[in-house]
């Protein structure tokens, strides 16, 4: 009896929630969303914010774009006004910390605004939000040691430059790739140490890596991001070595400047950190509006590029 | 005038005359002598490295570069020399300048932005590699003056006037570069950073001429002195006709040119500027070395060599760190205790405290009278 009364009640909440948001188009077209973006710290950052608003447009989403620059205050009181005004089909919120969102959550909940993480993680319960959409680091740190892997038949002397201590980008792609070479008891890492994501501070680590270790015992620099690895490239020629060649280079991002040392043959290879988490997330949007229920973690996995051609082939 | 100078060289001559004469083991737990603890500092440190690497001290020559940790840690501690240079004038008028990183990241920017326009085919002869130096270091003297003016002028607290600066200057940075990180190909402007003259790294030159220069020009003057006098007693030396707001000028221009050179060796090591990274931090790592070479922060007496001594300490074990197989995340805490370690070697109180502990057995051994 309870059973039958439960699947009535079920039933009765799935056709309600269809019906009132049968608005929702495919794409989203006629929507408003609000989109409340962390600032722009890094170029990263910028193409992010560039990528959502050139999907909306495309989309013909009416985008209201809020920049906190590095204040949580800031994106808290932009969802507050969007919740008020009532005039926001659904927010968009890439936080800039984890913590302290409980709170505004909930009212956009009460009002019946569904919100979309994107990047960053919060703590909140997960019910509170529709889904997050983001970046899958482990899986960026396993593409990059299975192209290593297969690069060297799995006979390898890595050297490693870690990302920021402590961050998810350092620790997961760190566990991706460390997952993978586990495999093959060839693949060592024989030095590893942080470059804070800085090219400046890559390139020092990687000049100590080669006068403290014998660079003909190195066989690969793995760098968390492109910008290490540009620096590692440096401290490589300045070493007497050929990147690419003596020492390979595989990094994760695909940021511009690393195409100029693909092509140019002193990098090998580079994970894609995809700025494109727009569309994902405007189907998610989409997606509960119109009463689909959504997984709470929606990865956007980047490809492994060698070379520019390939690159820009994929993002025409 | 002269009788305060007078006032000024009489104490220290006498601590002079004092260590020539009659010098006694006993007293380095005593005495003051900053300069001995901090080349022992130094030693011991390069002497860790060593144990940590053995090829620590092994200096190669490959494709006419020295390559070596060694020179690694002398081609890394230029920028902190020179911006340590800076900070010692600085702090020696009871001032500090937070905001070098920044300026670093400002005059980097500059630089790239310049000389993008001279390689996208731009014949104006301002933007030739000579030019763009001159003006970046030019840009970096006038951040200097911005917080000599909020500083002398205006009499804003210095840690506030120069935080301003540090804010903000990574904002200015960001707009000259439009929000990009651009990169260059300008064979002049990366030999700042990356160029060898007799296999020796540029920026070791840069940072041993800059430190020849300023102490000439602090020491074989009066200025050094002058600087002192303000750092020590503002109101004083005021009464006594030195002109407190030209020194706090000089000395936060001398800081922010300091600052534009380093920033150009950081670009010119990647021949990249990122407004975001340049020098982050770097304002730290100056502190620091000034304090470790001895500087009071309450201004006062400073000695340039011995910041320099401290760029070199920090940086020798920032190289250690990379070297040894430590976890990452057991860098700063190693980081905080050494530079703990060389600040108790110098303090005078705990000399004291330590050199009780070991009275008796002191009074054992004569060799220590």
């Known amino acids: ?316 | 005038m002269v009788e305060m100078e007078k006032q000024v060289l009489t104490p220290v001559n006498e601590n002079k005359s004092q260590k020539a004469t009659n010098f006694k083991w006993r007293n380095i737990f005593r005495g003051d002598n900053r300069a001995l603890w901090t080349i022992l500092a130094l030693i011991i440190i390069l002497l860790a490295d060593r144990m940590v690497s053995p090829t620590f001290f092994t200096v190669r020559m490959i494709n006419g570069r020295l390559t070596g940790s060694l020179i690694n840690t002398l081609d890394g501690a230029a920028p902190i020399i020179l911006l340590s240079i800076g900070m010692t004038l600085v702090i020696a008028t009871k001032g500090v300048d937070l905001s070098v990183g920044a300026v670093m990241a400002i005059c980097a920017a500059v630089s790239a932005v310049l000389i993008n326009r001279h390689e996208a085919g731009s014949d104006n002869i301002l933007y030739y590699p000579g030019f763009v130096i001159a003006i970046a270091i030019l840009v970096g003297a006038l951040c200097g003056l911005w917080n000599g003016i909020l500083v002398a002028l205006f009499d804003i607290q210095p840690i506030i006037a120069t935080l301003i600066l540090m804010v903000a200057g990574r904002g200015i940075a960001q707009m000259i570069t439009d929000g990009q990180s651009p990169t260059y190909t300008d064979e002049t402007l990366a030999f700042m950073g990356q160029g060898t003259i007799f296999g020796m790294p540029f920026p070791v030159y840069v940072a041993i001429i800059a430190l020849v220069v300023v102490y000439l020009l602090v020491r074989r003057t009066a200025l050094g002195l002058l600087i002192e006098s303000v750092g020590i007693n503002a109101k004083a030396s005021h009464y006594t006709g030195v002109n407190a707001t030209v020194i706090k000028l000089f000395v936060y221009i001398i800081s922010g040119i300091c600052a534009a050179i380093a920033g150009l060796i950081v670009a010119g090591e990647n021949t990249y500027a990122d407004p975001h990274t340049a020098g982050m931090w770097s304002e730290l790592d100056a502190i620091v070395a000034v304090v470790i070479g001895g500087t009071l922060l309450s201004g006062g007496r400073f000695s340039l060599v011995l910041s320099a001594m401290g760029a070199l300490i920090i940086q020798s074990l920032r190289i250690g760190l990379y070297i040894s197989d430590l976890h990452p995340n057991a860098n700063l805490v190693v980081k905080a205790i050494v530079i703990l370690l060389v600040l108790l070697l110098q303090s005078k109180e705990f000399k004291q405290a330590v050199g009780r502990l070991f009275k008796p057995v002191l009074k054992l051994r004569p060799v220590f009278k």
């Open chain 1, 1 to 316: 009896m309870k059973l039958v009364k439960f699947c009535l009640l079920l039933a009765l909440m799935v056709t309600f929630v269809g019906a009132v948001n049968v608005k929702a188009q495919d794409g989203g077209e006629g929507l408003t969303i609000g989109f409340s973006q962390i600032g722009s710290e890094s170029a990263w950052r910028t193409s992010f914010t560039d990528a959502v608003k050139a999907e909306a447009e495309a989309r013909g989403i009416n985008l209201l774009f809020s920049d906190a620059q590095q204040q949580q205050e800031n994106q808290i009181a932009a969802m507050r006004a969007w919740i008020a005004q009532g005039d926001v089909d659904a927010i968009i919120l890439a936080p800039v910390v984890e913590s302290g969102w409980d709170d505004v959550l909930q009212e956009a909940q009460d009002a019946g605004i569904p919100v979309v993480i994107v990047d960053r993680n919060v703590d909140s319960d997960p019910s509170l939000y529709v889904t997050r959409v983001s970046s899958d680091f482990v899986h960026e740190g396993r593409l990059a040691a299975a192209w290593l892997v297969q690069a060297t038949s799995g006979q390898c002397n890595i050297v490693e430059l870690q990302g920021t201590v402590g961050s998810a980008a350092a620790n997961d792609r760190m566990a991706g790739f460390n997952e993978v070479i586990a495999l093959f008891p060839g693949m060592q890492i024989i030095a590893s140490e942080t470059g804070d994501f800085v090219r400046a501070q890559g390139k020092q680590v990687m000049e100590s890596f080669l006068s403290s270790e014998d660079p003909a015992n190195i066989c690969a620099v793995w760098a968390h991001n492109d910008d290490m690895a540009i620096g590692a490239i440096e401290a490589i020629k300045e070493a007497g070595l050929v990147p690419g060649q003596d020492i390979l280079v595989v990094s994760v991002d695909a940021i511009p400047d690393i195409f100029d040392s693909l092509d140019a043959g002193e990098a090998n290879a580079t994970v894609e950190l995809s700025p494109f988490m727009g569309g994902p997330a405007f189907d998610a949007v989409v997606a509960t509006l119109n009463g689909e229920e959504l997984p709470k973690w929606i990865p956007v996995a980047g490809k492994l590029y060698t070379n520019r051609a390939d690159y820009d082939a994929d993002h025409q």
